[in-house]
């Protein structure tokens, strides 16, 4: 235990790049890379002091998003870059979100949708929904349509959360349906002619404790999700992944101490372009000082700091994933 938070420290001074006021930002992922061990993703540009989660890029890599949360996580706000000329800009809120709570945005594979959850009302006029529901906009530039809600099936009295879309239009998420295996379950929603057809992903990826948060690839064949509970779990909540062959996926595999860690992770999403794989982390290193006591000085900078425990966002070269393959 030891050992890995000393790797988790290592990993998040390894990374501690502060943008100036005075940098304008350019290039391809706000001029970043990543290599093949996880790090912090843009420090002081999307993870800050604040709870970020959240990382999508569109297709064309000139629009960012992601969310930010308030401390206690009960409201959510998505919030958006925008490269215009190779310079970015921003952080503004996305013209769609700012007044009810939205999270989870995601491209489709073409780019021109965004798709998310949100508690708005379905009508206007109407209060907050108490549940989460699954939206989307179409792109207009680098402005968005009037949200469109999902509708049933997929949409219920219950919360649906994190959406993912392959090439076919087939929308991935997780709900606690009637049916289930038990807590939330990850389902599949195929398109049909006069709708959505839903299904429940199965035991090779559901199980008796709770999944969340799946990201499927374009083509289908890769799914990468959150659990919480299971016997091998490392921590809170882990990342696992499958692979389909055949048309049948893969069980599930705990994908280990190089992307887990003992705090929650979740909200995994590969780039578009393949490059790199990212996930949000609650990962931190400890607050306890048994040889020195911190300072005031010293306790209220961590606070204030990037590493004070809220979530961040972490990126890692894609290729890591290949190991998983079977």
Same mark, same amino acid.
């Given at each position: ?257 190089? =992307? ?16 790199? =794989? ?49």
């Amino acid at each position: 235990m030891r050992q890995l938070t000393l790797l988790f420290i290592l990993s998040v001074s390894a990374c501690s790049y502060k943008k100036p006021q005075s940098e304008t930002l350019r290039g391809d992922y706000f001029g970043l890379t990543a290599s093949d061990t996880m790090s912090l993703f843009a420090a002081d540009i999307v993870s800050t002091e604040f709870q970020e989660l959240n990382a999508a890029f569109s297709p064309e890599g000139d629009i960012f998003m992601w969310t930010i949360a308030d401390p206690m996580r009960t409201y959510y706000t998505i919030m958006q870059y925008q490269r215009n000329d190779d310079v970015w800009e921003g952080p503004q809120i996305a013209s769609f979100s700012g007044k009810y709570s939205d999270a989870d945005p995601i491209f489709s594979p073409d780019g021109k949708r965004v798709y998310f959850i949100s508690k708005r009302p379905i009508q206007d006029g109407l209060e907050e929904k108490p549940d989460f529901d699954i939206w989307y906009v179409e792109r207009n530039g680098f402005d968005w349509s009037e949200p469109v809600h999902m509708g049933a099936p997929i949409n219920s009295e219950l919360n649906e959360y994190y959406v993912s879309v392959t090439s076919d239009g087939t929308l991935v998420y997780s709900s606690s349906y009637e049916g289930g295996f038990g807590g939330n379950d990850i389902y599949f929603a195929t398109p049909t002619d006069d709708g959505y057809q839903v299904s429940n992903a199965g035991e090779a990826i559901n199980s008796q404790f709770s999944e969340g948060d799946p990201y499927i690839s374009a083509d289908g064949n890769m799914l990468i999700f959150s659990a919480w509970g299971r016997p091998d779990s490392l921590g809170s909540g882990d990342l696992y992944i499958s692979y389909k062959k055949d048309g049948q996926w893969s069980q599930a595999q705990n994908m280990g101490p190089q =992307f887990n860690s003992t705090a929650n992770e979740y909200c995994p999403i590969v780039s578009p372009d393949g490059a790199y =794989f990212f996930l949000t982390s609650y990962r931190a290193p400890t607050f306890v000082s048994p040889q020195e006591p911190m300072s005031y000085e010293q306790y209220s900078n961590r606070l204030k700091g990037l590493n004070n425990g809220m979530g961040n966002v972490y990126w890692v070269n894609s290729k890591t994933l290949e190991q998983f393959k079977q």
